[in-house]
Nanobody, 122 residues
Framework: QVQLVESGGGLVQPGGSLRVSCAAS???????????MGWYRQAPGKPRELAAE??????VYAESVKGRFTISRDSTENTVYLQMNSLKPEDTAVYYC??????????????WGQGTQVTVSS
């Protein structure tokens, strides 16, 4: 079972920056491989939407965050970061980490983090 632990959300003023992180691990310390990692967000009353994702093939960004958000992974490819600059009130949402990961026990499947709140307000 792959677990995702998120950190780094909070309150920031419009125009400010935040970085959220998500670390993947396997609960029984068995081998696993993370394929795609991404950040989704869900604002109140709206459906969950992709903000950005990263794989060995490259990165994908929602149009609404292009040029302001940067997604990256560490050298192990098990931790993903989302650097958010020039934040706007409309970026306010719960940000969820998602990983598509493989283990011998489950094959490839999607995993979700618990979510971290990002609030952009003056």
């Amino acid at each position: 079972q792959v677990q995702l632990v998120e950190s780094g959300g909070g309150l920031v003023q419009p125009g400010g920056s935040l970085r959220v992180s998500c670390a993947a691990s396997e609960s029984a310390f068995r081998a696993f491989r993370v394929n795609i990692m991404g950040w989704y967000r869900q604002a109140p009353g709206k459906p969950r939407e992709l903000a950005a994702e990263i794989s060995r093939l490259g990165t994908v960004y929602a149009e609404s965050v292009k040029g302001r958000f940067t997604i990256s992974r560490d050298s192990t490819e098990n931790t993903v970061y989302l650097q958010m600059n020039s934040l706007k009130p409309e970026d306010t949402a719960v940000y969820y980490c998602k990983a598509n990961a493989w283990t011998a026990a489950t094959g490839s499947r999607d995993y979700w983090g618990q979510g971290t709140q990002v609030t952009v307000s003056s």
